[in-house]
Nanobody, 124 residues
Framework: VQLQASGGGLVQAGGSLRLSCAAS????????IGWFRQAPGKEREGVSC????????NYADSVKGRFTTSSDNAKNTVYLQMNSLKPEDTAVYYC??????????????????WGQGTLVTVSS
């Protein structure tokens, strides 16, 4: 099982970035994929989750209306489109595979494989 996150970078406040999470080594449709982030000195925070089988999505309140997660079946890839970025969005972003789709999707305990992380820096 491998999850490869990419797409991070430096962007000005108000700008946009799209992160990608390329998955391999498992049947993509059977799992949910979550995005988490961790800023220096802070705990890992759930950002979003998408159920591959139903297409259902969840978002943290802090990113609702600004971030959108989607998936490309053919490419086994999940995306996180981030718009109207704020300096407080600065963090390392990780994608992870959930053992099951849960209403407690924001808790890392539900995830068994993690990507290596990609750094997003938003300047003011």
């Amino acid at each position: 099982v491998q999850l490869q996150a990419s797409g991070g970078g430096l962007v000005q406040a108000g700008g946009s970035l799209r992160l990608s999470c390329a998955a391999s080594g498992f049947t993509f449709d059977d799992y949910a994929i979550g995005w988490f982030r961790q800023a220096p000195g802070k705990e890992r925070e759930g950002v979003s989750c998408i159920s591959r089988s139903t297409g259902s999505t969840n978002y943290a309140d802090s990113v609702k209306g600004r971030f959108t997660t989607s998936s490309d079946n053919a490419k086994n890839t999940v995306y996180l489109q981030m718009n109207s970025l704020k300096p407080e969005d600065t963090a390392v972003y990780y994608c992870a595979r959930a053992r099951m789709y849960s209403n407690r999707w924001y808790e890392p305990i539900w995830y068994d494989y993690w990507g290596q992380g990609t750094l997003v820096t938003v300047s003011s």
